[in-house]
C-alpha cells in the first residue's frame, strides 16, 4: 500500500489540527508504554501507536455530537472525544482524578458531554450497542450518525453480522469502521476467514462498504465525509474498511513475534504523523516554526498529564460501591 | 374500583399506560407487533403506538439486546421482550457485561434504564432448552435487579416501575400463567421494587416462594391447615434486591422456613435465603431450613420427568412436616 501527497485541498487549521492529534496520540502512548514499564500502569493495556491517522482524518468529518463507541484500544480516540490527556492518564494510574475516577483503567473511557461511549472489553459487544445509540438517534429525530467502530478481530463475532442486518433492516444513520490492523491479537486476518476483504461483509446486507487507506489522514477524512453523509440523509448505515497497522503488540504483554520485521518497517514508512509533517512542510502549508510549536506544547502536556496523574490521590475503597446502581439507597449485601 | 384481568392483560397495561406516559419507552423482539406477541402480552400495542415504538425484531436476541442497551445509554427506555429467558442465554453477554457495567465502567455517566422481559421456568413438556429458571443466574450480578411474580396485581405494578427504574431490570413471567387471572385495580398504582409480599398470614411455619411456585406454595399452605399446621407465606416478588427483612420477621415469629424454589439446588434462590437466615435468625430456628427446589437434572420431555422434576403440594408439605418434625 503506497500512500501519495496530494496538493492539498485542505486549510492550514485541518492539517495542523490533524497533526496535533495525531502527534498527541503517538506521544502519549509512547509515554503509557513507558510507564507501564515502570509498572505505574497496570492491567490489560492496547496502544493505538500507527493507527493515529483513522482518529484524527474521522474527528475533522464529524460533528461535534455524533456518538462514537469503540472497542477497548480507546487512549487516542478518548484523547480525541475530548477527555483530556490528565484525565486519561490518571485512568491508567488508577487515580481518582481518573476519566471513570479509577474504576475502567486502559479499555474504559466515557465522555458524555460529547457522546463518547467509550470503551469496551468485549470483543465486538460494543457492535450492535453502536447501532442502538443510533437508534435512539433516529428515534428523538436527531441529525446524528453513530460511528461504531472495531478491529478486525470483532469482524468474525456473530453480534456483528445481527447488527449489520437490523441496522439495514431499520436504516439506521451508523457508519461502521473496521480497524483492520491485520491481526486480532496474535492472528492474521487471513487465518480466520476465507473472506480477507473485510469490507465485503457489508455487500450481504446490501450495505455501501468501502475499503479505504488508514494510513493516510486525507483519505480517511474523505471516507468519513462519504459515509456520514449517506448515514445523515437517512439512507441508513455505510461500512468503512479502514486498512492500518499497529507498530507494537497487541497489547502490552505481546512482543507481536507473528510478524515480520520487514512487514512492520514497510507501514513505519507510510507513517501518519511522519507524512502528515512532510506534507505541511513540502507543500509549505505551515513553518517549521508552527509544528515545532505543536511538539512543544504536546511535549509539555503529556509531561504535565504524567505529573498530575504521580500527585493525583488514589480512590478511597467505599468509592467501589458507588454507580453500580442509581438507586442511592440500594440494600448491598456484607 | 377493581376489576379481573389476566396476568397477559396486567402486564399489557402495564407497558401500554407506560407507553402512554412517557415517549422514551418503546417495546422491541421477536413477534412483538405484527403478530400481536407470541403469548399475547403485547395484542394491540401496534396500533395503538405504531411501528416506531412496537418494533418487530428478527431471531437474534444477542442484537437486539445489544441495541436495546445502546437505546438505553442514549435516552431511551426500551422494553426487551425475550420469548423465553432461555433464548436470553444469548443475550447474556449484553445483559451482564453491557447493561449491568455501563454505569460502574462510566464511574456514573451513562445508566441503562432497560427492562429485559419474558417467561422463565418450565412450561410442560418442553424438554431441557426451554424448561429453566434463570431468577438466580441474574440475580448473581450486580448492577441488574430481578423481578419474578405470576400475580396479575403485582406484575402490572410492579413492570410500571421496573420500566420507570433508572437501573437494568430483568423482568421474569411465566408461560402457564399468562392466562392465570386476578383482582387488578382499575385507577393507577404502582410496587416499589425490592418488597415482597405475605400473601397468606400463619404462625407454624414461614413458606418463601415466587413466580408460579407461588400457587404450589398456597395450594400446600391450604392442605397444611386441613392438618392444622397454619403456614405463613411470602411472596419475593423481586429477587434482587430481596427483602430479607420480611423474610427474617416472618421466621422470627414461626420459627421454622421452607422455601419452595424452581432454580435448580446449587446456588440457586434458596441457597441465599438459607444463608441469609442462618446468619440473622439463627436463634430463632427451631429446626434446620428445608428447601424444594427442581431436581438437580436436566428436565426430558415425557410427563413422568416433569412430575419427578418440579416442586409440588406434596413435597412442600413433606418438607414442611420435615421442619416441623411432625
Known sequence: MKTTVKKSKYSKKTYLEWYRLMLLIRRFEEKTLMMYGQQKIRGFCHVYIGQEAVAAGMMSALKPLDPIITAYRVHGIALAKGISANQVMAELYGKVTGNVKGKGGSMHYYNKAT?????????????????????????????????????????????????????????????????????????????????????KIGAAFDMPSEAVDGMSVETVHEAFTKATKHARSGKGPYFLELKTYRYKGHSVSDPGKYRKKEEVQEYKDIDPVKVTEKAILSQKIASEKDIQKIKDAIKEEVAAAVEFAENSPLPTPEELYKDNYVQEDYPFLD | MSRIITLRDALREAMSEEMRRDENVLLMGEEVAQYNGAYKVSKGMLDEFGAKRVIDTPIAELGFAGIGVGAALNGLRPIVEFMTWNFAVLAFDQIVNGAAKYLHMSAGQYNCPIVFRGPSGAAGQLAQQHSQTFESWMANVPGVKVVSTTDPYDAKGLMKSAIRDDDPVCFMESEVAYADKGEVPEEEYLIPLGLADIKRYGDDVTIVSYNKMMKVAMSAAEELAKDGISAEVVDLRTIRPMDYDTIINSVKKTNRLVVVDESWPFAGVSSEISHQVQRYAFDYLDAPIVRVNAKDTSLGYSSVYVEEYLPNPKRVIEAVKQAMYV
Open chain 1, 115 to 199: 457522546q463518547f461511549y467509550g470503551g469496551n472489553g468485549i470483543v465486538g459487544a460494543q457492535i450492535p450497542q453502536g447501532a442502538g445509540i443510533a437508534l435512539a438517534e433516529q428515534y428523538k429525530g436527531t441529525n446524528n450518525v453513530c460511528v461504531t467502530m472495531f478491529g478486525d478481530g470483532a469482524a468474525r463475532q456473530g453480534a456483528l453480522y445481527e447488527a449489520f442486518n437490523m441496522a439495514m433492516t431499520w436504516k439506521l444513520p451508523v457508519v461502521f469502521v473496521c480497524e483492520n490492523n491485520g491481526y486480532a491479537m496474535g492472528t492474521s486476518v487471513e487465518r480466520t476467514s476465507n473472506v480477507h476483504d473485510l469490507y
